[in-house]
């Protein structure tokens, strides 16, 4: 009797070893998707965007400024061509076009964005006595339209109309 129960032992021993891993894999927490999240296999695709924003004047003359970027935030500030003349100086004006460009879909994205220029303004006059004669300083302040849009990719949006022309904006995919 002493020898059959010495040879139960490894079996016993077996069958608790199995309970207990039984036990401990059926404690771990399992693993559960939160609704509507993206399953772990989607791995958004990275996508180049060009944002092309065209202004039209009221005399009908034509100018854009465009830039090519990914989703986030974008910034560029450039010169504009034209200047302003103040007391036979040419001042330059700066255009500044900055945001952030968040995909909501394939089609269509949110665009926050800032769109304005620096307009240069006497400060003051003065008689500087020479031969030049008046002597003025400017400053310039930063003029605008600071706004959010949802934008259907490849298709133009106007974002503003007044007296002197209208402004549309277009965000397509890149073709790479």
Do not use: H
């Not at 034209?82 to 394939?106: C, D, F, M, Q, R």
């Amino acid at each position: 009797m002493k020898a059959a129960f010495i040879m139960k032992i490894p079996r016993l021993f077996a069958v608790a070893v199995l309970l207990a891993v039984g036990l401990i894999v059926s404690a771990q927490p399992s693993i559960q998707p939160v609704p509507g999240s993206p399953s772990p296999a989607v791995i958004k695709e990275a996508v180049n965007y060009v944002i092309k924003v065209e202004w039209k004047t009221a005399e009908g003359t034509a100018s854009s400024l465009q830039v090519t970027t990914t989703e986030g935030s974008f910034e560029l500030d450039t010169l504009q061509k034209s200047t302003v003349k103040i007391n036979n100086s040419e001042i330059p004006t700066t255009l500044k076009l900055s945001g952030t460009l968040t995909a909501i879909n394939a089609q269509k994205g949110r665009l926050q964005l800032f769109l304005g220029r620096t307009v240069p303004y006497v400060t003051s006059t003065i008689n500087n006595g020479s031969a030049m004669g008046m002597a003025s300083t400017y400053s310039q302040m930063s003029v605008g339209l600071n706004s959010t849009f949802v934008v259907t990719f490849g298709e133009p949006l106007v974002i503003q109309v007044d007296d002197s022309g209208k402004v549309s904006i277009l965000v397509a995919r890149a073709e790479n």
